[in-house]
T-cell receptor
Framework: GDSVTQMEGPVTLSEEAFLTINCTYT??????LFWYVQYPGEGLQLLLK?????DKGSNKGFEATYRKETTSFHLEKGSVQVSDSAVYFC??????????????FGSGTRLLVRP | SQTIHQWPATLVQPVGSPLSLECTVE??????LYWYRQAAGRGLQLLFY??????ISSEVPQNLSASRPQDRQFILSSKKLLLSDSGFYLC???????????FGEGSWLTVV
């Protein structure tokens, strides 16, 4: 079945460092791809998404590009801040679905940014 | 704009007691509704989803049930809680023909 694999954490960076969190997927056809962020003690917030190959999702300085050839959707940010410390989830919605859209999540990657 | 609310935010319940978590969505009609669970140190697991009033699909066998008595109301229940039911429960919604899912604030359940 469809699945998402993301790098294990925690990822610890200094403020202003470059961030990459790897995410790869297994799916039939062209799924929609998402990054969600979960700040401590809170629910999930949609960070960005991409719905077709070569699309780039971006938000709050974060970017991810839908790479069909490598089945990847890596999350990047050029300069992280302490406030970016959170757990990041990569997820997909399969291409062939009924009327409901069921997210399939990766296991999450904890990011800790030190001042 | 659309908003989603779930409550209570935190709950500590003894083993064998009942459970009721409630979720409501505002600003949209006929949404798809979802219940997810996040166990400690683990990813998110879809428990139930609903495409309309009274229509509930269960993804995994478990000690929980869900109901949708109104268009924008989704309730997660249990008659007798188990220790393994502890976790972070998230309600979510999407439009019927949209492929983006939005989450509520979550409810922390600790079964003791």
């Amino acid at each position: 079945g469809d699945s998402v694999t993301q790098m294990e954490g925690p990822v610890t960076l200094s403020e202003e460092a470059f961030l990459t969190i790897n995410c790869t997927y297994t799916a039939t056809g062209y799924p929609s791809l998402f990054w969600y962020v979960q700040y401590p003690g809170e629910g999930l917030q949609l960070l960005l998404k991409a719905t077709k190959a070569d699309d780039k999702g971006s938000n709050k300085g974060f970017e991810a590009t839908y790479r069909k050839e490598t089945t990847s959707f890596h999350l990047e940010k050029g300069s992280v801040q302490v406030s970016d410390s959170a757990v990041y989830f990569c997820a997909l919605i399969p291409a062939l679905m009924d009327s409901s859209y069921k997210l399939i999540f990766g296991s999450g990657t904890r990011l800790l940014v030190r001042p | 704009s659309q908003t989603i609310h779930q409550w209570p935010a935190t709950l500590v319940q003894p083993v064998g007691s009942p459970l009721s978590l409630e979720c409501t969505v505002e600003g949209t009609s006929n949404p798809n509704l979802y219940w997810y669970r996040q166990a400690a140190g683990r990813g998110l697991q879809l428990l139930f989803y609903s495409v309309g009033i009274g229509q509930i699909s269960s993804e995994v066998p478990q000690n929980l049930s869900a109901s949708r008595p109104q268009d924008r109301q989704f309730i997660l229940s249990s008659k007798k809680l188990l220790l393994s039911d502890s976790g972070f429960y998230l309600c979510a919604w999407s439009v019927q023909d949209g492929n983006t899912i939005y989450f509520g604030e979550g409810s922390w359940l600790t079964v003791v």
